[in-house]
Each structure stands twice: as C-alpha cells, then as structure tokens.
C-alpha cells in the first residue's frame, strides 16, 4: 500500500461545483502539502500544515481551502470549481527539520481533475 | 527566493553517465540544494540533496561547485528507468520542507 494516498485519482466535474480531494499517509509525518501541476510545467505549492492545527497559505491558494482533520489526512477543496483549476494536484507529507533527516518529500501519486 | 536555471531537455545512452547540470547564482549561504525527479504519470521522489560538500547516495552523487553557484547531478549509469524530469530546487531552513520547483530538465534515456 502506498504511504502517501490520494482519493480520487480521477475526476471530471462542471463549474461551480465543490470538490474535495483528499489525502491520508502512513508514515506518521506531522507536515502535509498541497501542489498543483500544469501540463509541461513544475509543481506549484497550493497550502500546507505542519501539524494539525497549522494551516498556511502557499503560492496560489485563491480558489482553495483546506482542512487537516489529523494527523494523517489534509482535505483539498474547491468551493467553486473553474476551468482553469483543470490540473494534476498532488499531496506530499515530510518530517520535522531534525538532525539527520533530509527534509525529503513524500509524494501521492496524483489526482487529475478536469474542470468542464 | 533564489532561482534555479536548468536545460530544458537532455539526452542520454543507457548505461552511460549522465551529467544534469543547475545554475544558481544568487543562492544564500543557507540555501540546501535538492534534486527531485518525476517519472511519467507519478508524483515527484527525492534523489539527493546537500549544502556545500559533495554528496552520494544509492541513486545518484551529487557535485556542488567551490562557490556554490553551480551543481551538477550525476547518475553514474543511466537505464531506462532514469528517463524522467529532474528539478534541482533551492530550499533553506525557513522554507523547509516548502519546494518551489521550476520546468525542470526532461532526460531521455535512448536504449
């Protein structure tokens, strides 16, 4: 079973509708993040918590809100669905800075969502 | 935050070294200098990161130039499986764990 989950992988939906994509890990991390990726480009931060009651907003957070029901999961929502929120969006988890740590990203396997 | 600067694409042989390079001129003295890669329809995944020594690891080494303005990945023997976008991302203590990726390097690994 994969550490990182994200449900759904797949999902189309019309404007305005809410949408949530939600994601659990396994690997104990207090920090969940939230990335969003354009075709042929890189990932951009969306929100991130690192731990369950802090809540930040990253590069493009308009649009998006977010909960962190626990430790292991951080909910994705869209309000108010647009196309131009149509993009692959991924969640990530890491540790505490601490020594010995690498500060590594623990990434899902994506959930493409297709605003028509 | 301090910009990275990589070649859009490069190509190599399988079982042949590979050399990405990644400009970043205006990193701070507490910059980290990560390297992430995306496979095909996955997530990102760590390869290595480090701050000014050079660095291995099972996956790959890890070259940072004397001022530090300038690193270079090296898999030392490309296989298929290596054909991937590679990020080279500036990250410091206060933005840790907070990664600004750019387009990356696409790397095609012809057989």
């Known amino acids: ?116 | 935050d301090a910009k990275t600067t990589q070649p859009n694409s490069m190509e190599s042989n399988e079982e042949e070294p590979v050399h990405l390079p990644c400009n970043h001129s205006t990193i701070s003295g507490t910059d980290y200098i990560h390297w992430y890669r995306q496979l095909p329809s996955q997530g990102p995944e760590y390869v290595i990161h480090g701050l000014t020594s050079n660095v291995n690891n099972r996956m790959a080494s890890l070259a940072i130039a004397e001022d530090r303005k300038s690193s270079t990945l090296i898999l030392h023997r490309a296989t298929l499986r290596d054909a991937a976008v590679y990020y080279c991302i500036l990250t410091c203590g206060s933005s840790y764990g907070k990664l600004t990726f750019g387009q990356g390097t696409i790397l095609t690994v012809h057989p």
């Open chain 1, 1 to 116: 079973d994969a550490d990182v989950t994200q449900t759904p992988r797949n999902r189309i939906t019309k404007t305005g509708k809410r949408i949530m994509l939600e994601c659990s890990q396994t690997k104990g991390h207090d920090r969940m993040y939230w990335y969003r990726q354009d075709p042929g480009l890189g990932l951009q931060l969306i929100y991130y918590s690192f731990d369950v009651k802090d809540i930040n907003k990253g590069e493009i957070s308009d649009g998006y809100s977010v909960s962190r029901q626990a430790q292991a999961k951080f909910s994705l929502s869209l309000e108010s669905a647009i196309p131009n929120q149509t993009a692959l969006y991924f969640c990530a988890t890491s540790e505490n800075p601490g020594r010995g740590n690498t500060g590594e990203l623990f990434f899902g396997e994506g959930s493409r969502l297709t605003v028509l």
